[in-house]
């Protein structure tokens, strides 16, 4: 099982260079195994050229290493959202261009149209801003505390992604793969959100009803997109 994790994981980091989601080292992905409280993720600064499996850490929930070098500075982000959200399998967090500007405008990402509202029902929110004894104290797992208060009481399908202020997106799924796949679709977004205001500053967000068609169509109880 663990050998399994640990191959997803290592094919969902090398996706985000595939996707153009990282540059240099800057980006992580993880996946979790629930029976055995563990998770594993990049180790922190290895090249995406060149990376094995060997250049991945094996974790515990506590952060406590198992298997594998140093991990990824993002260790606590990830564990903090593993812990908050049980239904989670795997996260990525990437510095992607078009996100990251969001993230660095402090701005969340309106629904402006189905793209977005195949993703999500919600505009991409913004987590809060940490205090000084938050990023003094333990600021990646402040981080995810924070990431956490930004999804609130609405479920992680409902908001697979959030943007750090001045940093860059976290987003994740059921999955490794989901995760990047979810990870993709947000810079999409952000992207398409971002060139709608060139042509049309202050456009008109999607109609309610279209809104609530496309989600629920791909996400919803009565879900009726891709093959059974």
């Known amino acids: ?10 094919e969902a980091n090398l996706a985000l260079t595939a996707h153009g989601l990282v540059t240099l080292t800057w980006g992580n992905a993880s996946g979790i195994d629930r029976e055995r409280g563990l998770v594993v993720i990049k180790a922190s600064g290895v090249p995406y050229a060149s990376m094995s499996a060997a250049d991945l850490a094996v974790v515990t929930l506590d952060g406590e290493v198992v298997e594998g070098g140093r991990p990824s500075t993002d260790t606590p982000t990830h564990l903090a959202l593993y812990a908050a959200f049980e239904e989670l399998g795997g ?7 078009w996100a990251t500007a969001w993230a660095q405008a402090t701005r969340e990402i309106p ?3 189905t793209t977005h509202a195949d993703f999500s029902p919600f505009p991409v929110p913004v987590a809060r801003e940490l205090t000084a004894s938050e990023v003094d104290a333990g600021y ?3 981080t995810g505390a924070a990431i956490v ?3 609130g009481d609405r479920c992680t399908a409902e908001v697979p992604g959030v943007l750090l202020p001045w940093h860059g997106p976290f987003a994740w799924g059921a999955t490794p793969a989901a995760a ?8 999409q977004v952000a992207r398409v959100a971002l ?4 042509l049309r500053p202050q456009p008109r967000p999607i109609p309610g009803p279209v809104l609530a068609k ?5 996400h919803g109880p009565r879900a009726y997109y891709g093959q059974r």
């Open 149 to 151: 208060d930004a999804v």
């Open 111 to 113: 629904v402006l149209g």
């Open 140 to 142: 990646e797992a402040s």
């Open 195 to 198: 060139l709608t205001e060139r």
């Open 91 to 97: 996260v990525v967090h990437t510095h992607s261009t």
């Open 1 to 10: 099982m663990l050998e399994q994790l640990r191959d997803a994981v290592l």
């Open 180 to 187: 990047v796949e979810n990870a993709v679709t947000l810079e």
């Open 214 to 218: 496309h989600f629920e169509r791909k």
